[in-house]
């Protein structure tokens, strides 16, 4: 009994050096062990989270037609003038080749939906981001040869016809619908102005119509 009596003695002092190392060493082991983990967000997350800009210039001269669908047929709710701003839809939604016309819907100051057309496939389109209007130097007029005829057949691709301006992407003074003719004056004048082809006519009134991008197939063909 004197040898259990003298050991557990001996164990009961070791077991109180243990726990009073131990609490010492406690405020170490907090001191170096690591903060709880954050996670920073990834670059994608960041971006994701920005609204994305939906403003867009139009950059048709003769300005585009609001439609209730993406239809050269659909009802005409709207219009929007050259360099006016429209804002794309919140999820903005895009129509492919519909004859021939690609289609981006637009949010109303209303708060409705309607569509505009934005150029055939493969064009630089009727839109371009929303920033200052830059200022174009006028050049100087050029003489076209003299054609074998001056009447035009208006067949402008994004319907509505075309507007008659006072001079190239000058005020408006009127208008020729599609399928109508107008008067080149002779001999014939053109002029590139704000990255289109104007050409100067008689007629209906006098003034200046747009003949599209000079890459394109243009606004006008030749009177049958």
Not at 4 to 21: C, R, T
């Amino acid at each position: 009994m004197q040898h259990i009596s003298k050991y557990g003695a001996i164990f009961s002092g070791l077991g109180i050096a243990a726990i009073a190392i131990l609490g010492n060493l406690t405020p170490v082991l907090a001191a170096i062990s690591p903060d709880p983990l954050t996670v920073a967000p990834s670059a994608d997350s960041n971006l994701l989270a920005q609204s994305p800009d939906r403003c867009r210039r139009v950059v048709v001269p003769e300005g585009l037609n609001i439609r209730a669908q993406p239809s050269l047929t659909a009802a005409i709710i709207g219009g929007v003038g050259n360099q006016q701003t429209v804002n794309l839809s919140a999820t903005p939604a895009t129509v492919n080749a519909v004859a021939g016309l690609n289609w981006v819907q637009i949010t109303l100051s209303n708060g409705a939906t309607g569509w505009i057309a934005n150029g055939a496939p493969g064009t630089g389109g009727n839109l371009i981001l929303c920033s200052p209007v830059a200022t174009n130097p006028v050049p100087t007029p050029t003489i076209a040869p003299t054609n074998t005829g001056v009447c035009r057949l208006v067949r402008s691709p994004i319907g509505g016809g075309l507007a008659i301006r006072s001079t190239p992407s000058g005020a408006y003074i009127g208008g020729v619908a599609n399928g109508q003719t107008v008067t080149l004056v002779n001999p014939p004048v053109t002029r590139v102005d704000g990255g289109r082809q104007w050409l100067q006519i008689s007629a209906p009134s006098a003034g200046w119509v747009s003949n599209g991008q000079p890459s394109s197939s243009g606004n006008l063909g030749a009177c049958r």
